[in-house]
């Protein structure tokens, strides 16, 4: 079997990401990518990063034609408010920024107990030393990989040792929480990132900007594996 027509690694994880995609063909844009495991959805209100994209109606109703679950990264202030409003509508997982956070651990509890996957995010120059001793309070762990606010940057390299760190320190207390990066993930970076330690990955221009996106999701994720495997 060649990549493209394996069985998918569910080790992996590719979650393309809308912000590379045509918002006026939402829903034709969704059903390209239905081999990806979630579509990475970008909630940004231009406080908390110089970008502003959509809230919940607008989310509420790419759940409704999404053939794949929601991973939202909310970008905002104040998530211990609004973070559980998209738990509510259904989105799969839900990602919060910890600089944002006034309480991180009760937050994650509050969207696990609505139904949603708790996540937490970092950027570029925050620590991960924080998260050491509450690694399983999240689902999931996001090391940004760009600064967050606008799709299309380069990915930067200096974010690797302390996405290491991390998930030396995850598999040290056996937990099964997801790595995740955003940010410049493409076919020629993406081993970076899995050799560091992370399992999922947000593509934009790399699947969205591809002729084919089901062979780009295949690419990334064959690559992706093969590193995985290797460390």
């Not at 509420?60 to 509508?89: C, F, T």
């Not at 606008?150 to 930067?156: A, M, V, Y």
Request: charge should be negative.
């Amino acid at each position: 079997m060649s990549a493209h027509e394996a069985e998918p690694d569910r080790g992996v994880r590719i979650n393309p990401s809308i912000l590379a995609a045509d918002f006026v063909n939402m829903q034709a844009e969704l059903a390209r990518i239905a081999s990806a495991d979630f579509v990475h959805v970008d909630v940004m209100d231009n406080h908390f990063v110089p970008n502003l994209t959509f809230g919940p109606q607008m989310v509420g109703r790419i759940q409704d034609v999404s053939p794949v679950p929601l991973d939202v990264h909310l970008m905002i202030d104040d998530p211990d408010r609004w973070a559980p409003e998209y738990a509510e509508l259904g989105a799969a997982s839900v990602t919060f920024h910890l600089e944002a956070a006034k309480d991180a651990v009760a937050l994650a509890r509050r969207l696990r107990s609505i139904g949603a996957r708790a996540g937490v995010a970092v950027k570029p120059d925050t620590p991960v030393a924080p998260l050491f001793d509450i690694v399983d309070e999240f689902d999931q762990i996001l090391v940004m990989t760009v600064e967050p606010g606008f799709g299309g940057q380069s990915f930067l390299h200096g974010t690797m040792p302390k996405l290491r760190d991390l998930a030396r320190h995850a598999r040290k207390r056996g937990s099964a929480v997801w790595l995740q990066v955003d940010g410049g993930i493409s076919d020629s970076t993406i081993e970076y990132a899995a050799q560091a330690g992370a399992d999922t990955f947000v593509a934009g221009s790399a699947v969205f900007g591809s002729d084919d996106p089901a062979a780009a999701i295949a690419r990334l994720r064959a690559e992706a594996s093969r590193h995985i495997h290797a460390r």
